[in-house]
C-alpha cells in the first residue's frame, strides 16, 4: 500500500505572510493538493504565527476534504484551539521561536506526565494524536507509555546527512524505530526535509504509514504548479524502487 501523502501548506502561507498580501491562499494550495491525490493536509500553527493563520485553521476545517493534521506545540493555548477547532489528528511539536523550522523531535522520555495529561486531553476530544520525535528507540518507547496513537519520525537528520555512511546509519535509524513502533501497535508517520530526491529509501519502510511533505512540494510548486508538484511527489511514493 502507498504511504498517505499529508501536503504542509504552511510555506504557501510564507508567502502571503512576506508582503501580508491575502494571496497566495494555503486553503486554494489545500484544495489543488486533495485534487492530485494528496490524501491529508498539514498546517503548523506556530505561536508566533509566522505562517499559518487562526484563519487558515478556521477555513481548512470547513473546507478539508481528507484529513486535517494540525502540528503545535503542547501549550494551553494551544490545545484550547484544538478543541474548538476539532482537527482529525494533532501533530504535538516542540517549538522555539528563534528556529528557523522544527529543529528536533519532542523529548517525550524528559516531560512524560506533562505529554501523558495532554494527550489524554486531546483524546478526550476525540482527537487523534500523533506526537513528532527523533528515531530513537527511548522516545518510541515513552510515546507508546503516554497512549499516543502514533508516533511522526524526524527524518531531519537522514535529509542532512554529508555522506552515504551517515544517511544509511539515519535511515537505519529510521527503519528501527519504525518497527519498534509498529510492534508496540502505534501507527507511524515521518517527514521533515522529504525532498523528490531522498523520499524514496523512506517511502520503501513497511511500517510507514504516512509522510508529510511541505518545503520540497511548494517550492517546486511556485514553479510548475500545485497539483504537478503533488503528483510527481505522489509518483515517487508508488513507485520507491
Ligand atoms: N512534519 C512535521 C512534524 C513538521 O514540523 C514539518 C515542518 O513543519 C514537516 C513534517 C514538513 O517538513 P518540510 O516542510 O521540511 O517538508
Known amino acids: 500500500m502507498t504511504q498517505r501523502l499529508g501536503v504542509n501548506v504552511d510555506h504557501v502561507a510564507t508567502l502571503r505572510q512576506a508582503r501580508r498580501t491575502s494571496y497566495p491562499d494555503?486553503?486554494?494550495?489545500?484544495?489543488?493538493?486533495?485534487?492530485?491525490?494528496?490524501?491529508?493536509?498539514?498546517?503548523?500553527?506556530?505561536?508566533?504565527r509566522r505562517h499559518i493563520q487562526d484563519r487558515d485553521l478556521r477555513i481548512l476545517r470547513?473546507?478539508?476534504?481528507?484529513?486535517?493534521?494540525?502540528?503545535?506545540?503542547?501549550?494551553?493555548?494551544?490545545?484550547?484551539?484544538?478543541?474548538?477547532?476539532?482537527?482529525?489528528?494533532?501533530?504535538?511539536v516542540p517549538e522555539r521561536r528563534e528556529e528557523l523550522t522544527t529543529e528536533g523531535g519532542l523529548d517525550v522520555t524528559g516531560q512524560r506526565e506533562a505529554v501523558a495529561k495532554i494527550i489524554k486531553n486531546l483524546k478526550d476530544g476525540e482527537i487523534i494524536v500523533s506526537l513528532f520525535i527523533d528515531p530513537d528507540l527511548d522516545q518510541v518507547?515513552?510515546?507508546?507509555?503516554?497512549?499516543?496513537?502514533r508516533i511522526e519520525l524526524h527524518t531531519g537528520r537522514y535529509c542532512e546527512a554529508?555522506?552515504?555512511?551517515?544517511?544509511?546509519?539515519?535511515?537505519?535509524?529510521?527503519?528501527?524505530?519504525?518497527?519498534?513502533?509498529?510492534?508496540l501497535g502505534m501507527s507511524v508517520a515521518a517527514g521533515h526535509g522529504l525532498n523528490y530526491d531522498n523520499v524514496q529509501p523512506i517511502a520503501r519502510i513497511q511500517e510507514i504509514d504516512e509522510l508529510n511533505i511541505g518545503h520540497s512540494i511548494v517550492g517546486r510548486a511556485v514553479l510548475v504548479g500545485f497539483e504537478r508538484a503533488v503528483r510527481e511527489m505522489l509518483e515517487l511514493m508508488r513507485n520507491p524502487g
Not at 30 to 42: D, H, M, P, V, Y
Not at 64 to 89: H, R, S
Not at 162 to 183: F, G, Q, T, W
Open 162 to 183: 554529508r555522506n552515504e555512511r551517515e544517511r544509511a546509519r539515519e535511515l537505519s535509524r529510521i527503519v528501527d524505530a519504525a518497527k519498534s513502533a509498529a510492534k
Open 62 to 92: 470547513d473546507t478539508c476534504q481528507t484529513l486535517l493534521n494540525l502540528e503545535m506545540a503542547a501549550t494551553p493555548e494551544m490545545v484550547k484551539i484544538a478543541y474548538e477547532y476539532k482537527p482529525d489528528v494533532v501533530t504535538l
Open 26 to 48: 494555503p486553503v486554494t494550495a489545500a484544495a489543488l493538493a486533495e485534487l492530485a491525490g494528496a490524501r491529508q493536509i498539514t498546517i503548523h500553527l506556530r505561536e508566533d
Open 141 to 149: 518507547r515513552a510515546a507508546h507509555k503516554v497512549d499516543a496513537n
